[in-house]
């Protein structure tokens, strides 16, 4: 906390050189992203906060740091009182914090790292005169920061990819055509991916290459990265080129209408191309709904992974089964072993994120990830929640499972919850919708059994997941806070409600699943989508009660466990198998 | 339409005058509401298209009128093919077909009659200019134009409304205070009503003083309407006056802060107080939410008001299930009777909204109004559909329900459909929820058994109902396009999924419900809300397949009709008990 200290005292001599009486500084990079390389750490290496979501704002003579919920008691550990207010973001936001300490002061920003949309809500809701500064001074102040990542970055078979860069350009440019624009920035760095088949390493979980582009209407694109040499040839009609060139880029645009997505993109963008002359037209990332809807090669790549993916689960499943009660297993311990069975598949290319493996009290924590301070043992009679996923070459898993570690059925009231979970859970995979239904149209579905008793959880009920992307991925997502996006075939999302009591027990159940066009039934006057489980991995029965499952659902449920061990089993080893075979059998 | 034809000649001649090229002409008047009184009805006159919602557009050249896919046919029927080009709202907007046609033009509006948020819309989508006329030209161009309702206002008493004028006046005033406001306009005459206790009769269905108002943050209020003499004293601090007044009132908050809603405010005031000097702050009409949760009166009359409404019906239901196979009743005979039955009812004021009574394929038409025209008789074996409601002084009703009239149960595949539609109704009715839940995210809840077999219907599931006000009352619905507008203790909404097969039979079951606080369940973290049905009425068992339905669903279909009997039994004539106590047995 004296490192952290000094470096708010260095921050703020830059601040006086800057010109400006105060600066943001978000926790994202200028990629706007879930994930920052550790060059991109500005927030933690400042304020010592290292949570995933997160602002700072430095005043010459105070300072705050805000995060959510689920960071607040992170917040106030990793942060020294004595030099920072720590806030809610939602309930004492940094709107209401510039107002109340800032008025009248200019308060700079690094237009790289906050959309315009933001800054100008940020504007109005404060009075507070943002200055868009032309370096960080954080960066000034910081000696030792890290290079940015150089990763090699590779190209994404066709065989994985479904399609080549040639034809997804070709429609992205189409639709600037069609909307009378010459070119648009791709901002989002997995958008870049998707549509020049590229895959890279600068972030630990996704495959990304750190870059941004410019596609053109004729299809023809640019990419601007760090140290662009480590980029192989991405074929005719697309440069590689540095960072530094960019501006250049930019000011190329003058006098044209140029496409930019308000969500996704650095103020710095539109800042330059209105220097350069150039029109902007606000729009969606023509990448996004094309790289949210899997092509038949990445929808069968998702089937391959998957199965591949459980079968190194179900080994892991089978082998907890005999260990769990050894009491020598930890929640890191046994998470290792779980990444030790998946470093086996094939394809396997890392995981695609931090697995969660929270036993007993952990497992309410709802982002709970183990270290060697909180690593806890697992014990004998308790809920072990284990929630995680794997890099394939063709494709990105998502799976979580709630096990109990006892040798007989768990007490009463884990099994009527664990099961309210399962039958939300269930609710929503075997939906049928019609067209035009969005995620968080449908979110309920996977809640009515938990409110049906008084119970809720404080989390969306899934996200979408890329194809080898991200594992966080728009723009769907059952959540009542995602914008109304329709769903369509092809889109992967998960399906995870859960519930949680803090200090005692969580429960969640994960699957993914693929939305595909419903076979139509008699009467039926317009398309219906419904969803194909893609998550193949038994759930442990001892925390079912069977009891409270209704014909249908204990239909599924064999249905289900049938499915996994014909396409699972033969895969496995004989003892794995045996396993597999009675957590498979149909419910008694 | 000779007639009409003269009138757009008319108009345009007007237009010179004014020194545009083109004028808008909505549906709505300067109340911006769903029902408006002759004096307001400008796209009829001038076009003969008398549906809910639409919009002309009339250029010196060309014209074209504008619906949503509910009226397209009526669209078509009524209007002159040689004059007007019938456009669809939505897949063919006016905004589209200005950048077409208008481009370059100066295009006129009444500002009276649009709010600046749509202007500023079809502004931005079209990039033609609008512009604000002094006076409408169509009002120039309509000689024998009627003149304004002047129907007699009264109180609406204290022991209907729950609350004085004067509390609810500086609950408002209060919230004004506390955002730094020195007054609100209210433009929704809703609004002036609620707060003021002030009931009219300037529309057939909704008992409105058609009025603005200005609420100022020392809790006095102005009134604006036609002909204040018909208004009666409203208390110390409410002063009422001619609209010619309103000018003056708008000027005096000179550097003032003043609230619209931007969804419900002409544009002629912001326009007005941008002129006078004051500050506009944006923000929600203070007595929108307050109108829509109702307090402990209004929830008790309510729940008076549906008994006697049942009562109503439940004679109407016998005596139709007595007479339907006498080839003698015909949809408006039926209606009528219907609403005999009503006025027989105390503090019965009048229908909420035009009955609709659809026999056979008529009632697969949603909107379906029955004229000397298209009255059908109702025939033997066939579905009949019934959705109407009263105003009565202590609260306001809406209830549909669709009948067999054959001798013995329905058909299987009516059966099967009605049954579905019946569990969607349940599904919402019996539905426990966490507070911040919003209709758009609970409307899917009411389709699924209808989505389970690839079936659906085209509108939201339910509207707000207000409280001896209008039927259809902001801001919560169950449907996807309402803002997420968290349900409250307190709103009425209905719940009211259907079916519909063109041509052949439409189906409909709707209950009014009140939500409520829930008692808190063990375990329990966060409150809950549930709803208590209001209305009382027995679901005809010819159209139920008693063996599609779940033990909960028999079971709370026999509870329900149990109260049914329980509750409206004691109020009927001893003819109409015996057949509600056989409606009303415990299914087989």
Known sequence: MTETSSRLDALRARLRDAGVEGLLIPRSDEFLGEYVPPSGERLAWLTGFTGSAGLAIVLTDRAAVFTDGRYTTQLAHQTDPARWERR????????????????????????????????????AESGVELVALAGNPLDAAWPDRPAPPEARARVHELRFAGASSEVKREAAAAALREAGEAACVLADPHSVAWLLNLRGGDLAHTPLLLAFAILRDDATASVFCHAPARVPPLGDGVWVGSRDALPAALRALAGQRVRLDADATPAAFAQALRGAGAEIAWGEDPVRLPRACKNAVERQGARDAHRRDGAALVRFLAWFAREARSGLLTEMSAAARLLACRREAELFQGESFPAISGSGPNAAVIHYRATPETDRRIGAEECYLLDSGGQYLDGTTDVTRTLWTGPGPAPAELRERWTRVLQGHIALATLRFPQGAAGPHLDAIARRALWDAGLDYDHGTGHGVGSFLSVHEGPAAFS?????????????????????????????????????????????????????????????????????????????????????????????????????????????
């Not at 002061?105 to 100008?120: I, K, N, S």
């Open 480 to 588: 009542r806070a995602a914008k109304p996006v329709p769903i369509r075939a092809g889109m992967i999302l998960s399906d995870e409600p859960g519930f949680y009591l803090p200090g005692q027990y969580g429960i969640r159940i994960e699957n993914l699943l693929l939305a595909r066009d419903a076979e139509a039934l008699p009467g039926q006057a317009k398309p219906f989508l419904e969803f194909e489980t893609l998550t193949l991995a038994p759930y442990d029965r001892a925390l079912l009660d069977v009891a409270r499952l209704s014909p249908a659902e204990r239909a599924w449920v064999d249905w289900y466990h049938a499915r996994v061990l014909a396409e699972i089993g033969p895969l496995c080893d004989a003892e794995t198998r045996e396993w597999l075979a009675g957590a498979c059998a149909p419910l008694g």
């Open 88 to 123: 809610h973001m939602v309930e004492e936001p940094p709107a209401a914090w510039l107002k109340a300490h800032a008025a009248g002061r200019r308060v700079g920003y690094d237009p790289w790292l906050h959309t315009e949309a933001w800054l100008a809500k940020l504007r």
